[in-house]
């Protein structure tokens, strides 16, 4: 699975819109890009993925650039319980038993 | 909707004790299911995965076994633990071998050997 290169940490303001980079220059054309958080003490909590194009849900927005090599998590109105480690990870789908790099993520302060 | 348990939160055992660590999902049926340990400030290490009821692949060589006696019930065991068992241990499921669902995790728990 390709690596990727994340700041070590950001901070936020309350109400505002967090947009957190993730570096995956070494992507392939099957790997999908997934973003996780883990506050501290918890599991990582899922958040969204995709693959080529952009994503939104309920928690976030998505946006993958056309190389695929890198991706933006964007939280649109982030709150105080928006503070954890946020990681990205890609991984092929399909391979059900991996290892999961998260790798050191983003330490993401929002500051009210 | 699918929830994910695992118990207990917090473990402190001594040396050369045994061990076993629980982990339930529901609201679905056949996941796949997987052990990871964590390091501080490192990645997740997969130590087992199970398809399905008695079926346990195991990835590393270590003194840690599972076992899947239930389709939705996942455990993770030792019967001497070592001072490098130390960590924490997360739980995961996701619908499909195959498939580019993401896993979900449970709140893990953080086992500390003394």
């Known amino acids: 699975d390709a690596k990727t290169t994340q700041p070590p940490s950001m901070d936020c303001a309350e109400g505002r819109a967090a947009n957190l980079p993730c570096n995956h220059s070494t992507i392939s054309g099957n790997e999908y890009v997934y973003w996780y958080r883990q506050i501290h003490s918890q599991g990582p909590q899922y958040i969204i993925h995709g693959l080529k194009n952009n994503e939104t849900n309920e928690m976030a927005s998505l946006i993958i650039t056309e190389d695929r090599k890198s991706s933006t998590l964007i939280l649109p109105h982030a709150t105080l319980r928006d503070t954890a480690v946020y990681y990205c990870?890609?991984?092929?789908?399909?391979?059900?038993?991996?290892?999961?790099?998260f790798g050191t993520g983003t330490r993401l302060t929002v500051i009210p | 909707s699918q929830t994910i348990h695992q118990w207990p939160a917090t473990l402190v055992q001594p040396v050369g004790s045994p061990l076993s660590l629980e982990c339930t999902v529901e609201g679905t049926s056949n996941p796949n299911l997987y052990w990871y340990r964590q390091a501080a400030g490192r990645g997740l290490q997969l130590l087992f995965y199970s398809v399905g009821i008695g079926q346990i692949s195991s990835e590393v060589p270590q003194n840690l076994s599972a076992s899947r006696p239930q389709d939705r019930q996942f455990i993770l065991s030792s019967k001497k633990l070592l001072l490098s068992d130390s960590g924490f241990y997360l739980c995961?499921?996701?619908?499909?071998?195959?498939?580019?669902?993401?896993?979900?995790f449970g709140d893990g728990t953080r086992l500390s050997i003394l």
């Open positions: 995961a499921w996701i619908q499909g071998f195959y498939s580019n669902q993401p896993q979900h």
């Open positions: 990870i890609v991984r092929v789908a399909g391979t059900g038993a991996n290892n999961l790099f």
